[in-house]
């Protein structure tokens, strides 16, 4: 039996020499190839809000209507990051990672090319889709390129990168807006997409867990979507026709049980989407809770802040975009000093801080007026944009640190889910509080300010464009009445406005008592933040 085996080794041609291309596989290479596909993610989080009175007046959108075009795209990305983070591990980061790239490049080029709402919100949900493959899978990718030594700093460039993003992304949409058209505003992903594509395709080397196997909860998935749907259908729906109609009753109830299916679903499941053992950690529980209320509070902040400079006070969009620097701007200060905070303290008191600062930032925008200016806007904006920070990194310590070290994957899957879900909930539920008051003021805002009762009470079911800010003035009317509509209308705005963000303000209160739960968990995170 020897003899057969020499000579089949003999005869075995030597392996060929794998010539590898230059740059493949390069760590910083590789990073700027991940930065320019999160960079799109970034950038989309803020030039939205900057874009959305644009396009309330291209497509004749209601406030429901604007408040889908943003809810859509954080519905998808959230029920669809922690099954994302999944794909990428068993098919591979760096296939996946693309696939994310071209997929929320086109879905931007088909929202600008959108002739209708329904269509804009439909491709906002494919976008969502391909925004959640791409994230989670550019971390794995730095993960699986850099020596241990340097992944910190490769990681904190990348959060920098999202946080530079964040921060312009109101200057970049406001000159787009202003001077082109709100289109313009997602076509600026194509370029960037090819750039990232072309880089990616070259640098990237792929890689993939060989052990992730088996089949992915998609009963979980199907279940946690639907739920989320149902409660943010019925939160937007009671705006329109007040919490006591049996639609929003039906679709809070229809979330109810979606939701327990959800959970029991998730008792059962052998590998669930989310594991819910990891809630035994009241840290955990409580830092995740915290995580949703900082992105309530800042998405929500955003939305209406936007109509407010734009619709309420006359800004321009670059003028709005450039007014909110100090929101946007003050993260990627605050960032790395509540990394330094969390290091040395423990997530508790930055996290505490960081909602009592949120509190106190909301109700002092909860007393603006109608012409406040800008330096009264200003101190509360930097505030938020402070607070945010803090909140976001010591809470992703918190949710990081206190889960099972084998699932410090899936605890970072659900700190993003957790951001997504309050930006979610923070435009849903903000906006119909505001939309709520609106409705019960208008018709006597307008009467105070000289308007008929006759037309106030015509004006009345004009509640979903004042709630965006916008005077309903009928076509030919005189100066006068029209001065006295836009006087009416803004004032019911501003009511509104003050009602939803005193609310916010109470609620960031009590998420202070929450966070003096958290304590510092036994799996400290090295690095940046996933937003």
Do not use: C
């Not at 590898?20 to 799109?40: C, E, F, N």
């Not at 008191?349 to 007393?367: D, E, H, I």
């Amino acid at each position: 039996m020897s003899e057969p085996s020499t000579v089949a080794v003999l005869e075995k041609p030597p392996p060929a020499r794998t010539t590898q291309r230059s740059g493949h596989g390069h760590p910083w290479l590789t990073l700027i190839a991940v930065a320019l596909g999160v960079m799109m993610v970034g950038l989309d989080a803020t030039v939205v809000s900057i874009a959305n009175p644009a396009i309330a007046r291209d497509l004749n959108a209601d406030l429901a209507g604007l408040q889908w075009v943003t809810n859509a795209y954080l519905l998808a990305l959230a029920v669809t990051l922690i099954p994302a983070g999944k794909i990428a591990d068993r098919f591979g980061r760096k296939k996946t990672f693309l696939v994310g790239v071209v997929g929320f490049a086109i879905a931007s080029l088909f929202i600008g090319m959108s002739g209708g709402l329904g269509m804009v919100i439909f491709w906002r949900v494919v976008q969502g889709f391909a925004g959640a493959l791409l994230q989670p899978a550019s971390l794995a990718i730095l993960r699986n390129t850099f020596p241990a030594e340097r992944l910190n700093a490769a990681i904190g460039i990348w959060g920098a990168t999202v946080g530079i993003s964040i921060a312009g992304g109101p200057i970049v949409g406001g000159v787009l807006v202003q001077h082109v058209n709100w289109e313009s505003v997602f076509f600026l992903n194509a370029p960037l997409g090819l750039i990232a594509l072309a880089v990616g395709l070259w640098v990237i080397r792929e890689s993939r867990d060989e052990e992730a196997t088996g089949s992915f909860d998609i009963p979980g998935v199907i279940l946690l979507s639907t739920s989320l749907f149902a409660l943010v259908w019925g939160l937007i729906k009671a705006g329109s026709y007040g919490f006591d109609d049996v639609l929003p009753l039906w679709s809070f109830a229809a979330a109810v049980v979606l939701g327990v299916a959800f959970v029991i679903n998730e008792l059962r499941a052998e590998k669930p989407l989310l594991p819910l053992g990891l809630f035994k950690s009241v840290s955990l529980s409580a830092a995740t809770g915290l995580i949703v209320l900082g992105f309530f509070a800042m998405f929500g902040t955003i939305f209406f802040i936007t109509l407010y400079l734009q619709q309420v006070h006359g800004m321009s969009p670059v003028d709005a975009g450039v007014r909110m620097l100090p929101m946007t701007g003050v993260f990627i200060v605050a960032s790395p000093i509540a990394g330094a905070l969390t290091a040395r303290f423990g997530p508790r008191p930055p996290l505490v801080l960081g909602m009592v600062l949120t509190s106190v930032a909301l109700f002092g925008l909860s007393r603006i007026g109608v012409d406040a200016p800008f330096s009264n806007l200003w101190p509360w904006f930097l505030l938020i944009g402070l607070a945010f920070g803090f909140v976001l990194v010591a809470g992703t310590e918190a949710i990081v640190g206190n889960a099972p070290e084998h699932l410090a994957g899936v605890a970072g899957g659900l700190q993003q889910t957790a951001s997504q879900i309050g930006g979610v909930l923070g435009t849903a539920v903000l906006g119909t509080i505001l939309s709520t008051r609106v409705s019960d003021v208008l018709v006597g805002r307008l009467t105070d300010a000289g308007v008929a009762p006759a037309t106030a009470q015509q004006l009345s079911g004009t509640t979903e464009y004042v709630s965006q800010g916008v005077a309903p003035v009928p076509p030919g009317a005189p100066e006068q009445t029209a001065q006295a509509i836009t006087t009416g209308s803004h004032l019911a705005f501003m009511d509104g406005f003050q009602t939803s963000l005193a609310v916010a303000a109470a609620v960031a209160l009590a998420a202070a008592l929450a966070a003096l739960l958290v304590r510092r968990g036994q799996s400290p995170v090295g690095g940046g933040v996933a937003v």
